[in-house]
């Protein structure tokens, strides 16, 4: 299986440029608020309840891709770089697609703060991300997680023969995933 994993920081287009490489590919897409939305309802953000349900249907979706023969995954992820921690949670997910001797490829969007910033509040966004629909809190929480933690890499990304960055500042979602697939070979 290749599991494609679409990480950047918030609203950087990772689940609009997922559909569209879900589209030219075939590969579904799982995109992160899949998991978030629905234990939301239950258990607050960071909780325990919260992060162990988010990595488990997290983990059990790419263990059961794998299970089943599937081509491939796209896979949309926040990533604090900066964190060990976070490192670790990104191996546990991968780690089927690795042990099945699976192809695994870190794309990482870019866009500037001001871009991500404009884009909060899109239709799509909003229609499938519940949690995002307070769009002064959106923007707040987009803000300090900026300055919280490194979401972009600074050419130091820790599988760089598995990296591709894509600035998606100025292209379209299709554009983008017309990129990623060309820099991937698909």
């Known amino acids: 299986m290749h599991l494609i994993m679409l990480f950047g920081p918030s609203a950087v287009g990772k689940m609009t440029v997922g559909r569209e490489l879900s589209a030219i590919t075939g590969y579904p897409l799982f995109h992160n608020h899949m998991s978030i939305e629905p234990v939301l309802d239950i258990f607050p953000w960071g909780s325990p309840g919260f992060v162990r349900l988010t990595e488990q249907l997290r983990r059990g979706v790419v263990e059961e891709a794998v299970a089943a023969g599937m081509p491939g995954l796209v896979f949309t992820y926040v990533w604090a770089l900066e964190d060990p921690g976070d490192r670790e949670y ?48 959106t923007r707040q929480r987009l803000l300090a997680d900026d300055v919280a933690h490194q979401l972009s890499t600074r050419g130091d990304f820790v599988y760089p023969e598995q990296h591709l960055r894509v600035d998606n500042s100025r292209l379209s979602p299709a554009e983008a995933a017309a990129r990623i697939a060309a820099g991937l070979r698909l």
């Open 90 to 137: 990104v191996d546990r997910l991968t780690e089927p697609v690795r042990q099945a001797g699976g192809r695994l490829d870190f794309v990482e969007l870019y866009a500037d703060q001001a871009t991500r910033l404009a884009r909060e509040g899109t239709p799509l966004r909003l229609e499938h991300k519940r949690s995002k629909r307070d769009l002064d809190a």
